[in-house]
């Protein structure tokens, strides 16, 4: 039996973009009503995935956090590169002794590695987009 295409002499093996690929389709749409939500043990972050799944190489959220809340009592890490875009409502991200604050229409962008916590200082919901790449939460 002949070998597929990219093998090479190891019998029948797959090429290795084949392993990786789970014939995701070309196009996806995802509904409002239809997202998955995610729900944390700690904090006050509500989160539902606009993106499909998290298979794949960009994993995107719609996020909400109350006044006076956060997202959770000690910052937390992840192994992403990743971006938050504010939508409505005041943000305020912690890297340790720095802080930012950011307002709708702003943006911010830092590896997931950095110790970082956010929270809602008021007075109003915050809602933000946020995505990442790799996909991890």
């Not at 992840?78 to 720095?98: C, K, R, T, V, Y």
Request: with cysteine.
């Amino acid at each position: 039996m002949p070998e597929p295409p990219g093998a090479t002499g190891l019998g029948r093996c797959a090429p290795r973009f084949q392993l990786l690929d789970e014939e995701a389709p070309a196009q996806s749409v995802v509904r409002s009503d239809r997202r998955r939500k995610l729900i944390l043990q700690e904090g006050d972050l509500d989160y539902e995935l606009l993106s499909p799944d998290a298979k794949r190489k960009l994993e995107v959220w719609f996020g909400r956090l109350e006044p006076g809340a956060s997202s959770g009592p000690e910052p937390a890490t992840h192994e992403s590169e990743e971006f938050i875009f504010l939508l409505q409502g005041q943000l305020q991200i912690e890297f340790g002794a720095i802080a930012h604050q950011l307002g709708p229409g702003d943006a911010i962008q830092y590896d997931g590695n950095q110790p970082h916590l956010i929270s809602n200082p008021g007075p109003g919901r915050l809602e933000f987009i946020s995505a990442l790449t790799p996909p991890t939460l």
